[in-house]
C-alpha cells in the first residue's frame, strides 16, 4: 500500500563532499554554491531547515524561485552563507540554474 504522506515525512539528508550537514555550522561551513541551488531546486533545502527546526529561515526560503535574478544571492542571505559569483554575472548564474523546458 502506498501513503502519499510517507515521503514527505522521510528524514532528509544533506551531504556535499561526503559530509553529512547535521546543522547550520556544518551547512556554513561546507555549502557551496551548487549545494544550495542543487538543493534549493530539489525542495530539500526547505525540508531539511524544516527538519532541523530552522522555520525562520524555511520560511523565507519558500518564496524563493529558482528563475529569480537573485537567487543566490537571497540563498546565501538568509543562511549567512558567503556569497561570491566567480566572476558570473547575476544572468549567467540564473541561466546556469533555469529548469529546463517541458518536452512536449
Avoid: F
Amino acid at each position: 500500500m502506498n501513503n502519499p504522506t510517507k515521503n514527505s515525512q522521510e528524514k532528509v539528508v544533506l551531504e556535499w563532499n561526503g559530509v553529512v550537514l547535521k546543522s547550520m555550522k556544518d551547512l556554513r561551513e561546507q555549502a557551496t554554491h551548487e549545494l544550495l541551488l542543487t538543493a534549493h531546486q530539489s525542495g530539500n533545502l526547505h525540508r531539511w531547515l524544516s527538519q532541523h527546526y530552522y522555520e525562520q529561515e524555511a520560511s523565507q526560503i519558500e518564496t524563493i524561485r529558482i528563475e529569480d535574478r537573485d537567487c543566490l544571492a537571497e540563498l546565501c542571505r538568509i543562511l549567512s552563507v558567503a556569497y561570491e559569483t566567480g566572476g558570473l554575472s547575476h544572468e549567467d548564474l540564473a541561466e546556469r540554474w533555469r529548469p529546463a523546458p517541458a518536452v512536449s
